[in-house]
Nanobody, 126 residues
Framework: QLQLVESGGGLVQPGGSLRLSCAPS????????IGWFRQAPGKEREGVSC????????NYANSVKGRFTISRDNAQNTVYLQMNSLKPEDTAIYYC???????????????????WGQGTQVTVSS
């Protein structure tokens, strides 16, 4: 069964940092663009960031620009989301998703993603 597994969530104080990881089960990520999404209670799912299969294209939501960094290590078959200067409004369940890349240099959070993880909870609170 093909799936993604997120890890690294938790409780952190405002201003703190967390690094989320996304690893596949049953396939390799090197031909997939990866997106990170989040959903807070009572809110719609939001696209946070994406990275193309080559790593050459990266996009961020305005709400996280300058604070979050997406990266991928195809040798380790893992994608990361480094989250710094966390704010209470970053509290949400974070999901990673994979879409088979038609272009190695393109990604969009608006693509129709093929595989999703179960999510990891991030809570920012004092």
């Amino acid at each position: 069964q093909l799936q993604l597994v997120e890890s690294g969530g938790g409780l952190v104080q405002p201003g703190g940092s967390l690094r989320l990881s996304c690893a596949p089960s049953g396939f390799t990520l090197d031909s997939y663009a990866i997106g990170w999404f989040r959903q807070a209670p009572g809110k719609e799912r939001e696209g946070v960031s994406c990275i193309s299969s080559s790593g050459g294209m990266i996009n961020y939501a305005n709400s996280v620009k300058g604070r979050f960094t997406i990266s991928r290590d195809n040798a380790q078959n893992t994608v990361y989301l480094q989250m710094n200067s966390l704010k209470p409004e970053d509290t949400a369940i974070y999901y990673c998703a994979a879409v088979h890349a038609s272009s190695r240099s393109y990604c969009s959070v608006w693509s129709t993603y093929d595989y999703w993880g179960q999510g990891t909870q991030v809570t920012v609170s004092s």
